[in-house]
């Protein structure tokens, strides 16, 4: 089993930055693929970025491409999500989870961070 907590959230201006963090716990971390959603109100939760358990592939939607970058230590069970040139379509709530099989099937979720941009 995994348990995961984010921390990192927080209010910016547009064209700032913000560093999201997810620990995690649980002996098969090193070996899960591992994911940051968002969820804005009224829109569908949406996968921004993905991260295998070697940290060799990597994955991020076409609305934050160039922007995030999603990274990873398995010594210090954390995956991070770097947010450059924040926009206010980014706002939303973020979460962490984890795909124990690398299948694409998301088992475990953390509890969210709000991320607002202001314009």
């Known amino acids: 089993q995994v348990q995961l907590v984010e921390s990192g959230g927080g209010l910016v201006q547009a064209g700032g930055s913000l560093r999201l963090s997810c620990a995690a716990s649980?002996?098969?971390?090193?070996?899960?693929?591992m994911g940051w959603f968002r969820q804005a109100p009224g829109k569908e939760r949406e996968l921004v970025a993905a991260?295998?358990?070697?940290?060799?592939?990597?994955y991020y939607s076409n609305s934050v491409k160039g922007r995030f970058t999603i990274s990873r230590d398995n010594a210090k069970n954390m995956v991070y999500l770097q947010m450059n040139s924040l926009k206010p379509e980014d706002t939303a709530v973020y979460y962490c989870a984890a795909d124990l099989l690398g299948d694409g099937h998301y088992n475990y979720w953390g509890q969210g961070t709000q991320v607002t941009v202001s314009s």
């Open positions: 649980g002996r098969t971390f090193s070996s899960s693929a």
């Open positions: 991260i295998n358990w070697s940290a060799g592939n990597t």
